[in-house]
C-alpha cells in the first residue's frame, strides 16, 4: 500500500493538470468518511461525516487549492489573491508559502475566527482588511485580479472546484455508489456545485447512482433560499456570513437537477448541531460546517429525508480554528488545590 499523495497524483487522470504542470500539494484529501451512531440513531438514516477538518489547513479548501495554485505557478503566477471568509486565505497562505510565492488576502475586518488569521499570517501572507463584507472582498479581489499581475484563487477560479469534486469520488469509492442524500453547508456556493460535478462524473464512469444535493445556508445569510442578495448578512457561522454567492446559479442547478433542496437554519440549530457532533460523535468542528447537521435535522424532522436513506453530511472545517467561539460555548475550567484530595473531592470521588 503506497502512502496517499495528495488529490492531484490520486486523481491526475480527471484533474485539468498536464504532466508538465508543476504539483504543488500538502497530501491533502484521503479524509475519514466517519459513520456517525448517534446521529443515525436520532434520524432512522445511515449517517456518515465526510471529516474535511482533516485536511493539512484544516478545511476543505485544499483541495482546491493544490490545483489552483499548481495552474498558478504552472502559468508563471508570483502572486495570488483571494477574499475570504478565512478557510480560504489560509489555505492560499500555506499552498503560496510551499510554492515560493507571494500572497494577498483580503477578509471581512473582525469578522474571521482567530484561528484562521492566525494561519494566514504564519504562512506570511499580506493579510489586508476590509471594513465591508465578504461580498464587498470578493469584488475587490476580483477587480485588482482583472486588472493586475496576481492569480485569483477564490472557487469563481475553474481549477477549485475541480480540485474540491475529488470528495465526491472518495466517498463514492468508500461507500460503494453514491448516497442517498449528501448535506453540506452553502456559503459563496462553490462546494456543492464541486460535489455535484464530482457525483455526475463518477455517475458516468462507473453508474454509481447521484444523491439528492441538500445545502444549508445560515438563517441570516441566505440568499439562495430567499431568492434576493441579502446586503448585511448576520450570524454567528462566519465561513457562510455571505450574501451574493459567487456560484448561486450553478447551485440552484445543483438542487434542481439533483432534486434536492436548499434551506437556512439559524444559529440555534447551528449551534445545537455543533454541540451534538463535539458531545456525541467526538468530531470537533467549527460552527458553520454544523449547518450541514442541523439541516439533516431539520430536513429529517420535516420528512424531506425518509428514513433508512444512507447520508452524507461534509463537516467542513475543523473546532480548532474557532477557538473564541468553542470556549464561550464550553463550559468552564474548574480550579482546584494541587492535590489528589483536591482533584478527588472535585470529582466527587471516593478514595480507599
Ligand atoms: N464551511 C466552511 C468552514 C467554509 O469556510 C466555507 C466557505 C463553507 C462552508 C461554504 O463553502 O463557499 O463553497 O459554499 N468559506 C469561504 C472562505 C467563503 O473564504 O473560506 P462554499
Known sequence: HR???????????????????????????????????????????????????????????????????SRAVGAGSQAVICASTGNTSASA???????GITCAVLVPSGKIAL?????ALVHGARLL?????????????????????????????????????TASFEIVEALGRA???????????????????????????????RPRMCGFQ????????????????????TAIRIGNPASWDLAVEAREASGGLIDAVNDREILAAYRLLARREG???????????????????????????????TVTGNGLKDPDWAISGAARPETIRPTVAGAAEALGLQRS
Open 3 to 69: 502512502p496517499w499523495q495528495g488529490i492531484i497524483e490520486e486523481y491526475r487522470d480527471r484533474l485539468p493538470i498536464a504532466h508538465d504542470t508543476p504539483v504543488i500539494t500538502l497530501r491533502e484529501g484521503g479524509t475519514p468518511l466517519l459513520p456517525a451512531a448517534h446521529l443515525s440513531d436520532l434520524t432512522e438514516c445511515e449517517v456518515h461525516l465526510k471529516i474535511e477538518g482533516a485536511n493539512p489547513t484544516g478545511s476543505f479548501k485544499d483541495r482546491g487549492m493544490t490545483v489552483a495554485i
Open 93 to 99: 497562505a500555506a499552498y503560496a508559502a510551499r510554492a
Open 115 to 119: 484561528g484562521k488569521l492566525a494561519q
Open 129 to 165: 482588511q476590509l471594513d465591508g463584507s465578504f461580498d464587498d472582498c470578493l469584488r475587490v479581489a476580483r477587480e485588482l485580479a482583472d486588472t493586475s499581475p496576481v492569480t485569483l484563487v477564490n472557487s469563481v477560479n475553474p481549477f477549485r472546484l475541480e480540485g474540491q469534486k
Open 179 to 209: 448516497p442517498d442524500v449528501h448535506c453540506l453547508p452553502v456559503g459563496n456556493a462553490g462546494n456543492i456545485t464541486a460535489y455535484w460535478r464530482g457525483y455526475l462524473e463518477e455517475n458516468n464512469r462507473i453508474a454509481s447512482g
Open 218 to 237: 445560515a438563517a441570516g445569510a441566505a440568499p439562495i433560499v430567499r431568492g434576493e442578495v441579502v446586503t448585511s448578512p448576520q450570524t454567528i457561522a
Open 283 to 313: 468530531v470537533f468542528v467549527e460552527p458553520s460546517s454544523a449547518a450541514s447537521v442541523a439541516g439533516l435535522l431539520k430536513a429529517r424532522a420535516a420528512g424531506r429525508i425518509e428514513p433508512g436513506e444512507q447520508v452524507v453530511c
